[in-house]
């Protein structure tokens, strides 16, 4: 129901967009917080102020009081939160402002996917320069709001302030399956074991090549680069792939946020095993071995961003997924027995290959 | 138990400080990423990367996962979030490390309480500069803890990125009690009704004054100051008396946050209902009248950040409420007929004062 209010409400922006409420070029400066808050608000379908007697659908206090109150659900509560910084995460020069939103909402809908939970309710921080455009932060939101339909999330409010630099921050709740006892059931980095099989969804590598071609020439030269631009810009983190592998009776995963290579590392060092990948099983676009040849491998290994989902266990409990969601999933790997928390890539020959590029870590004064 | 924890630990950390595994000096692009989440996790008492089958006390998931998973709860689930901005809202001029942590928190804690619900779970999202130095990341997060064992809130984890200003957002969960139908309790700003009593905790102004004097001098010149600038510094919402509040059968509540006149305001419009504030009533501490006399009601009713709570309804309720909390409870004023979502503040003799002092608005360019 939500989701058909939002496109309806979406609808009737555009036709606002044309007619122009706010002529393009309108700083946030000029409408102040709380006209700020009404604008962003239409966008996702909510009066701003509240209507007295009214309810936003979804929750039992919405927008305009001093917390938002959900609905009682039979889960565990699920918890993630992610930021974007503009210069940092992306950059106006080759995102748009939707994109950007799209992003900011999936990059954390990847995380609560990747411990096998439903997302539920978003709250967003907007730090805003002064000279912020109105009509940018509505485009921000309409990304935003498309992603929550994709994914039948609840964008619920947040906190606008001012700021030097632009900086999203989304922190997103969600609900965990329980079992029978009550007990939250949760896909972790922690439950590796030797024997298990890993297995990846869709292809690695597209978003660190999509953002390499964005970064040299912004707009794409073909319908190949534009699905690698496409890839890095708008991830779509495999939600429904992720909630039925607890059901199939898989309890370890992780989503590639951080480059395959250290990913596996972050379930090793977690699981306390050692993880072998085959470097020939891991799943490439053909657009990628298309524009990157030789280079393909080394981005699928150490690119980043993704947001696919990598699944660890038994194979019968991989295979039951596979049936029960007919998604591709690719087995690319096993668990092995401890001796320190290693990753190995080999090639065909067993042989262990050379890991060209580092994945993504912040801060590190040497590192990207 | 977990307070308890964390104290144990807090001593151990005091310890290392002395002895020091880092000097002062050492910026966070020296140690890492994952090695600053390790120096940050040991002041909340929690092992990074988490020991393999180790466990974050009161998380089923913690901190080291794609998400957090909480345990499963009886109550309604609530949200909040709000940022600190370097320059923005607080200078390292006047402001510790550990104030900034604390408060970061503390008006976090603010809008759960005043819902009425317990506060629960807390996600942090630090952007800092490079230079940012991980001595005082540790005392932000010494401030927290110190802010977390006050009001029982666990600290979970959240995001760390590069950014050119320093940013905190917190985002806080927590729970609302449920009606002997299921139905979430909640205090509101909408549940005011004409006739209605309007009752406040604690002394309104302080903060305000406290952050005049923060920025005329910084240092306290006596122990009045020093008690305004704390108030300002070290916001206490009254918790326990927010979560009685619903037991006593009240339903109408707003955080003072944005100055007493401003949050009149915000109740109003959300109640429709027209307010009536009598000047005299409101309750000024001592160190406040002693330091600025006639300037102190202005204080009060524009100032903002006290975090004292104003709670609407009708007069048995706010007395069951004063009995059973025990906590000074100042009746200022009375919900009127709805005529314009008015507030009047009016003097001794009914006249209406004129209110010097605006509320708090950010992006005006005209206002604060």
């Known amino acids: ?54 309810r936003q659908p979804g929750f039992a206090v919405g927008l305009g009081d001093d917390a938002l109150v959900g609905e009682r659900r039979d889960g565990a509560p699920v918890w993630t939160t992610d930021t974007l910084v503009e210069g940092v995460h992306f950059r106006r020069a080759w995102a748009s402002w939707e994109d950007v939103g799209w992003k900011a909402l999936a990059v954390n809908v990847s995380d609560i996917g990747a411990m096998g939970a439903t997302p539920d309710a978003a709250l967003v921080t907007l730090c805003l320069p002064d000279d912020a455009q109105v009509d940018d932060l509505r485009s921000l939101y309409r990304g935003m709001v498309q992603a929550a339909e994709a994914w039948g999330v609840r964008l619920g409010g947040g906190d606008l302030v001012r700021s030097p630099v632009f900086v999203i921050t989304l922190a997103l709740s969600g609900w965990a399956p329980l079992s029978a006892t009550g007990m939250p059931l949760a896909l972790t ?111 699928a290994l150490g690119g980043g961003e993704d947001y696919e989902l990598a699944l660890i266990g038994p194979r019968p409990a991989l295979e039951a997924l596979r049936s029960a969601s007919g ?19 080999v090639d065909e020959n067993g042989r262990e290959v050379a890991v060209g590029v580092g994945g993504w870590e912040h801060f590190r004064a040497s590192g990207a």
Chains 1, 2 share one sequence.
């Open 1 to 54: 129901m939500s989701a058909r209010r939002r496109t309806r409400t979406g609808a009737n922006i555009q036709g606002r967009a044309g007619g122009g409420a706010y002529n393009r070029g309108v700083r946030v400066t000029e409408i102040g917080e709380f006209g700020l808050i009404r604008e962003l608000a239409a966008e996702f379908g909510i009066e701003y102020p509240p209507r007295p007697g009214g």
């Open 189 to 299: 980095r922690s439950a590796a074991r030797p024997g298990h099989a890993v297995a990846v969804t869709g292809t690695l590598g597209d978003s660190a090549a999509g953002l390499e071609l964005l970064q040299r020439h912004g707009a794409p030269a073909s319908a190949t680069e534009r699905r690698l631009m496409e890839r890095h810009l708008r991830p779509r983190p495999p939600l429904g792939v992720a909630r039925k592998a607890i059901e199939a009776g898989l309890r370890c995963a992780i989503d590639i946020s951080d480059g395959l290579a250290q990913d596996m590392g972050h379930v090793a060092r977690a699981s306390a095993v050692g993880i072998r990948v085959e470097a020939a099983r891991i799943p490439l676009s053909e657009a990628l071995r298309k524009s990157y040849g030789a280079r393909a491998l080394g981005l």
């Open 327 to 345: 998604d591709p999933l690719t087995e690319i790997g096993e668990v092995l027995d401890y001796d320190g928390p290693r990753v190995a890539v």
